[in-house]
T-cell receptor, first 111, second 114 residues
Framework: RKEVEQDPGPFNVPEGATVAFNCTYS??????FFWYRQDCRKEPKLLMS???SGNEDGRFTAQLNRASQYISLLIRDSKLSDSATYLC????????????FGGGTRLMVKP | EAQVTQNPRYLITVTGKKLTVTCSQN?????MSWYRQDPGLGLRQIYY???????DKGDVPEGYKVSRKEKRNFPLILESPSPNQTSLYFC?????????????FGPGTRLTVT
């Protein structure tokens, strides 16, 4: 089993739709969780950190479920510019100094 | 401007010819790391460094070396490149990986080994 798993997609959605991605992780001792966005052939950039209480940033909401060991990202009112690959990132060693990336979920928002 | 720079951005080389990809950050970050990204495998960590003179292996360190003599620089060395090291390489830095600090990525280096 991979340490961090994501559905690769692609998720094809119309503009204005709400879309949700999940990511599962295997190390129950993981403490830090992030969502990054990567545009084609570009470097990943931080979208948001994921806190235990959940957090929201505009149209984006991230949730953490420690019991089931997954994190989620919800995007409301999708825009064409949201088309990208979304990477789930978890620190996966007990010292907390190694980050593991999921394979990414590709989102395509269509007009 | 706060940034991570990598050079070269594109490199085509032949098997066995030693090469170095440089990485430099101007944010006084302690933590730096190298990743490779391959289709279907995502980003995988090669090496990371918690601070000057402190480096550790990531998931896929075989065939790579790194050094951290100065805080701002973290070069990736391929002593004898092979075709299976053809990949897109990213350098990244942050204050720390274990709290909520953002990892800043360089623009990437596309390496082809023939």
């Amino acid at each position: 089993r991979k340490e961090v798993e994501q559905d690769p997609g692609p998720f094809n959605v119309p503009e204005g739709a709400t879309v949700a991605f999940n990511c599962t992780y295997s190390n129950s001792a993981s403490q830090s969780f992030f969502w990054y966005r990567q545009d084609c052939r570009k470097e990943p950039k931080l979208l948001m950190s994921v806190y235990s209480s959940g957090n929201e940033d505009g149209r984006f909401t991230a949730q953490l479920n420690r019991a089931s060991q997954y994190i989620s990202l919800l995007i409301r009112d999708s825009k064409l510019s949201d088309s990208a690959t979304y990477l789930c990132v978890v620190n996966t060693n007990n010292a907390g100094n190694m980050l593991t990336f999921g394979g990414g979920t590709r989102l395509m928002v269509k007009p | 401007e706060a940034q991570v720079t990598q050079n070269p951005r594109y490199l085509i080389t032949v098997t066995g010819k030693k090469l170095t990809v440089t990485c430099s950050q101007n944010m006084n970050h302690e933590y730096m790391s190298w990743y490779r990204q391959d289709p279907g495998l995502g980003l995988r960590q090669i090496y990371y460094s918690m601070n000057v003179e402190v480096t550790d292996k990531g998931d896929v360190p075989e065939g790579y070396k790194v050094s951290r003599k100065e805080k701002r620089n973290f070069p990736l060395i391929l002593e004898s490149p092979s075709p299976n090291q053809t990949s897109l390489y990213f350098c990244a830095s942050s204050f720390s990986p274990s709290d909520r600090n953002e990892q800043y990525f360089g623009p990437g280096t596309r390496l082809t080994v023939t």
